[in-house]
C-alpha cells in the first residue's frame, strides 16, 4: 500500500509514499530505545545547540519548505513561510527556556531537604494533522525533546513528505538518529505501538473521533495522553467594539489556512445592537478575498486539502441553508476549491452552529445581550478558544471567565504562541501545549525527600 500526495488545487500526484512493515517499525521502535538512553543524558545545553541549529536550517530553506507545504496541503506561500518562520522560533523559545522550566523546585515539607526534579519519560508518539504540517509537529516536538525525551511522529497521510523533511532537519541540526523519527503508518498501526514499552506517551491533534480512540489505546496501556481536538470558536462583538479592527480580525481569524484551523473564528456572536455596524465592515472586505492558485501572490485563499472536506463543508452550509440560514455571500466551490462563504440568521439546529465547520465558511449569530452571547458561545460541545471585542476592558476579562474554553483573547486574534499554554475542555481534548506547562506534559515530576 502506498500514500500518495495530491496538490489540492490541481488534483495532481506529486509523490507516493510506501508504509513500513512490522520489522521496519520493530526496527525503529528500537532506534528510539537506543537513542532514549543517551539523549535523556545530554546538557540542556547540547540539546538547545541542536534546537538553534534547527531554527537556523528552518530559517535558510524557508523558500524551499513553503513550496513543499503548498504542494501537499494547498496553503497559499505567503502563510507557509509564516508557519515555517513560526516553527523556528519554537525551537529558539524552548531552546533559551527548557532549563528555567525544568529547574528543580525546593518544597517545603518538615524534611530537611525536598525538591522536586522533572525528568523525562522515554518516547512520545505524535500523531499530527495536515492542516499546519510543520507547526503542529514543532509545537508537541519542541518541548518534547527539550525534556529530555525521544519522539515517533505518524503525520497525515497526505504530507508525508513535509513530515520525512522535519526529520532530516533534525538530521542535519546534529540531533542523534532515533531522536526524532517518522513513521508511514497505517492509523491502525496506533494501538499497536501503544503497547511498546518504549512509548510513554502519545500527544494528538485531530478530530474528536481520532482523540476518542486514541485516548482509548492509551488509557488501555497506561500511557499520558495530551489531546487537542476541534474547535467551534465563537468571537463575541458589543457594541463598544472598535468595528473596523473587529470585522477585520474575524475574516482573518475565519479565512486563514483557507478556513483550516481549529482555533479559528467559526461562529461570529454580535450583539443585535453591533450587528449593522459589524457587518457593515464585514461586507466591505469579504470581496476583497480571493480564493484560487495558491502560489499567486495575489490569491488570499487556497483550495482545501482534501475534495472530501470540501465535499462535507458544502454539506454543511446546504443543511444550514435549509434550516433557515441565509448565504449572504459565497463565491461558489470547485473541487478543492471553495470561495469564502458568509451565512447569516444561524441558530442552533443549524450544523454552522452544531459543528466545526473547517472551511471558509463563516456562521453569524445574533444576541439580545451579553448574557445570551455568553450562553451562545458556551451552547458547544467543544470548547478549545474564542475572543471577546470590546472597548471595556475589564469587562472583556469579566465575560471571558464566563466562556468555558481553554483561551479567550480580547480584542486580538485567536493564535498558538510559544509563550502560552494551548488547549481545549469538552470535546476539544485535555492537556496543554506550549508554554512552561507543554513541557511538563511529558516529564516525570519526581518527588525526593531526604531526612535528617
Known amino acids: 500500500m502506498m500514500y500518495q500526495s495530491i496538490y489540492p488545487y490541481t488534483q495532481q ?14 526496527h525503529r521502535l528500537q532506534l528510539a530505545k537506543t537513542a532514549f538512553a543517551g539523549w535523556k543524558n545530554t546538557s540542556l545545553e547540547q540539546r538547545a545547540a541542536v534546537f538553534m541549529q534547527v531554527a537556523n536550517i528552518l530559517k535558510r530553506d524557508k523558500g524551499l519548505l513553503a513550496i513543499l507545504i503548498v504542494q501537499e496541503m494547498g496553503k497559499i506561500k505567503a ?45 512520545v508518539l505524535g500523531i499530527m494533522p495536515w492542516n499546519f504540517p510543520f507547526w503542529q509537529v514543532f ?10 525525551n525521544v519522539t515517533l511522529l505518524k503525520h497525515a497521510p497526505n504530507v508525508c513528505g513535509c513530515a520525512l523533511m522535519i526529520e532530516k532537519i533534525f538530521i542535519e541540526a546534529g540531533a542523534p538518529v532515533g531522536v526524532f523519527q517518522v513513521l508511514i503508518v497505517e492509523t491502525g498501526a496506533v494501538e499497536k505501538l501503544l503497547e511498546a514499552d518504549i512509548i ?21 496501556n497506561i500511557k499520558k495522553s495530551v489531546l487537542e481536538l476541534g474547535g467551534s470558536d465563537a468571537m463575541i462583538v458589543l457594541p463598544d467594539a472598535d468595528m473596523k479592527k473587529a470585522a477585520k480580525t474575524a475574516l482573518q481569524s475565519r479565512l486563514l489556512n ?19 455596524a459589524f457587518m457593515q465592515e464585514v461586507y466591505l472586505l469579504l470581496p476583497t478575498y480571493k480564493q484560487g492558485d495558491p502560489f499567486d ?30 448565504l449572504s455571500f459565497s463565491g461558489g466551490m470547485e473541487g478543492c ?20 465547520t473547517f472551511g471558509p465558511v463563516a456562521a453569524v449569530i445574533s444576541a439580545a445581550n451579553e448574557n445570551e452571547a455568553i450562553d451562545l458561545a458556551n451552547d458547544s460541545a467543544l470548547g478549545l478558544a474564542g475572543s ?11 465575560l471571558a471567565r464566563k466562556i468555558n474554553t481553554g483561551s479567550v483573547f480580547i480584542n486580538a486574534l485567536v493564535k498558538s504562541d510559544p509563550k502560552l499554554p494551548i488547549g481545549g475542555i469538552k470535546k476539544s481534548g485535555y492537556g496543554r501545549e506550549l508554554g512552561r506547562h507543554g513541557i511538563l506534559e511529558f516529564v516525570n515530576a519526581k518527588t525526593i525527600a531526604a531526612a535528617e
Open 258 to 276: 483557507a478556513g483550516q484551523s481549529c482555533i479559528g473564528s467559526k461562529r461570529f456572536i454580535v450583539l443585535k445592537d453591533a450587528m449593522d
Open 13 to 26: 500526484v506529486i509523490a507516493e509514499y510506501a508504509l513500513l512493515n512490522d520489522k521496519e517499525i520493530g
Open 139 to 148: 509545537r508537541y516536538a519542541a518541548p518534547t525533546l527539550m525534556a529530555g
Open 388 to 398: 471577546i471585542w470590546t472597548s471595556d476592558i475589564e469587562k472583556g476579562i469579566a
Open 297 to 326: 501572490a495575489a490569491t488570499t485563499t487556497g483550495p482545501l486539502a482534501r475534495v472530501d472536506l470540501a465535499d462535507n463543508l458544502k454539506k454543511q452550509v446546504q443543511q444550514s441553508i435549509s434550516k433557515g440560514a441565509q
Open 79 to 123: 502563510e507557509a513561510i509564516g508557519e515555517i518562520e513560526k516553527c523556528a522560533y519554537v525551537c529558539e523559545y524552548y531552546a533559551e527556556n527548557a532549563a528555567q522550566f525544568l529547574q528543580d523546585e525546593t518544597m517545603e515539607a518538615g524534611y530537611n531537604k525536598s525538591i522536586v526534579t522533572h525528568q523525562p519519560i522515554g518516547a
Open 200 to 220: 510513554q506517551a502519545v500527544s494528538l491533534t485531530g478530530s474528536e473521533r481520532a482523540g476518542s480512540s486514541v485516548a482509548m489505546f492509551a488509557g488501555k
Open 337 to 356: 476549491n471553495f470561495s469564502p462563504a458568509l451565512l447569516t440568521n444561524v441558530s442552533k439546529g443549524m450544523l454552522a452552529f452544531d459543528e466545526e
